[in-house]
C-alpha cells in the first residue's frame, strides 16, 4: 500500500506564502486521488484541497479558495500544496491522503494518509 510523507510546514507571517509537499512510496500513485486535509487543535480534520490522479480534476474548500493550489507531477509520486495569503485561521496540522476511489470531501473516505506537517501563522 501506498506510504506517503508531508515536508514544507513551518512558522509563517500573516500574508505570507508555504508549499508543502507530499512524497509517496509504493503504491501506484499516479492512479491515486490525492488530498490536503487540515486540523486544528481541538478541531476536526477537515478538507482543504483535493486533485484526481490525471491532475485535471481539482477542488478545494470554500476557506482556502483561490489562495491556494494543488498540483502533482506523478514521474515524481509527489502532491504539493501551494498555500499562499496565510492567515492564523489556515494554522493547523496538513495531512495528505490518497485513495484510489474518486475525489471525496470526508475524511473517512481517504483509507492512506501521511504523519501531518505542522502549519503555524502568526498574526
Known amino acids: 500500500q501506498v506510504q506517503l510523507v508531508e515536508s514544507g510546514g513551518g512558522l509563517v507571517q500573516t500574508g505570507d506564502s508555504l508549499r508543502l509537499s507530499c512524497a509517496a512510496s509504493r503504491g501506484s500513485f499516479s492512479t491515486y486521488a490525492m488530498a490536503w486535509f487540515r486540523q486544528p487543535i481541538g478541531k476536526e480534520r477537515e478538507f482543504a484541497a483535493a486533485?484526481?490522479?490525471?491532475?485535471?480534476?481539482?477542488s478545494y474548500a470554500d476557506s482556502v479558495k483561490g489562495r491556494f493550489t494543488v498540483s502533482r507531477d506523478n514521474a515524481k509520486n509527489t502532491v504539493y500544496l501551494q498555500m499562499n495569503s496565510l492567515t492564523p485561521e489556515d494554522t493547523a496540522v496538513y495531512y495528505c491522503?490518497?485513495?484510489?476511489?474518486?475525489?471525496?470531501?470526508?475524511?473517512?473516505?481517504?483509507?492512506?494518509w501521511g504523519q501531518g506537517t505542522q502549519v503555524t501563522v502568526s498574526s
Open positions: 491522503a490518497a485513495t484510489s476511489r474518486g475525489v471525496n470531501r470526508a475524511p473517512s473516505a481517504w483509507p492512506y
Open positions: 486533485i484526481t490522479w490525471n491532475g485535471v480534476g481539482k
